[in-house]
């Protein structure tokens, strides 16, 4: 999606973003690899969009486009503690015809040994289409594919709570590794204790789940057993825009190099900690990720 983000000037920049496409590109600079899958238009913007993210390493011949289409755009504001504020202009953008105007997705998808969705990913797709992707999610896993998760959640995004809960509970019976955001889990079941969280999650098939909860760090839920993992530093924030979409990526980067799920937590929770330092979803190529900020 285009990314409208506000500056000290208050004029606003325009860049790209959305979270997984957040997640993908810091996987990528954190020296994993992936492949995007979405619909874009045949604009100019969209042709820039797609040109960048190669030039980040993420792999772009998965994405189909619609000539006449617009991609989507939102706008970001933050409070003065850098918290984030959304507004979406998204309706009729092409990346929620993705699947039911391209069911071959599927055919290309079930190659792949892990497939990352969000709650926003569920949020755009119809209830048709998201009952034709629960179901190749069955097959696909019983196949021996991986689903990781993020519950990233919107409101605005859903028709109703009560919809989007009924969503997120079938998507957790598929999910094997879950990235949970506590903040998100709280806005879509109300107020309710990190302990809450930690039966409802046990609920489910996943074997290694990572509930990230600001500045007081990760729960690492494995094997039954609860672990909490502090922050080495915290830093006052500029923008919790890509917070944690970056821990995501670094997270599953390490992962998919081999390291251990603690070593990958702590990445994750570095490469977090320099990204709101700045301003926007995606920072400057040049801000370190692998180091403790000072």
Not at 49 to 78: A, C, F, H, K, T
Not at 173 to 189: G, N, W
Request: charged fraction near 20%; hydrophobic fraction near 40%.
């Amino acid at each position: 999606m285009l990314e409208l983000s506000r500056q000290s000037n208050s004029q606003y920049l325009m860049a790209f973003g959305g979270d997984t496409l957040n997640t993908a590109i810091y996987l990528a600079r954190c020296g994993g690899c992936c492949d995007y899958f979405t619909v874009l238009g045949g604009d100019p913007f969209s042709q820039n969009m797609v040109r960048s993210w190669q030039n980040e390493g993420v792999g772009v011949e998965q994405i189909r486009y619609v000539e006449e289409g617009l991609p989507g755009l939102y706008v970001i504001d933050n409070d003065d503690a850098g918290e984030r504020l959304f507004y979406y202009w998204r309706d009729n953008s092409p990346a929620r015809k993705l699947i039911g105007d391209y069911p071959e997705v599927f055919n290309d998808l079930v190659n792949y040994p892990f497939i990352f969705l969000s709650g926003i990913t569920l949020s755009i797709y119809s209830e048709v289409d998201l009952i034709a992707l629960m179901k190749f999610l069955t097959e696909y896993r019983v196949l021996g594919g991986k689903v990781v998760f993020d519950n990233n959640f919107r409101p605005r995004c859903w028709r109703s709570i009560a919809y989007a809960r009924a969503t997120y509970s079938k998507i957790m019976q598929q999910t094997d590794i879950a990235l949970i955001s506590y903040e998100d889990e709280v806005l879509l079941y109300g107020k309710h204790s990190i302990q809450e969280c930690f039966k409802r999650w046990q609920t489910t098939p996943a074997s290694e789940i990572v509930i990230k909860n600001g500045e007081h760090g990760c729960y690492l839920i494995e094997k039954g057993i609860s672990k909490h993992i502090p922050l080495d530093v915290v830093v006052s924030p500029v923008d919790t825009t890509a917070a944690g979409d970056s821990f995501n990526g670094a997270y599953l980067a390490n992962r998919l190099a081999g390291k251990d799920v603690l070593s990958s937590i702590a990445s994750g929770q570095i490469c977090a900690a320099n990204v709101i330092l700045h301003k926007g979803a995606i920072v400057d190529q040049s801000v370190l990720l692998t180091e403790i900020p000072a």
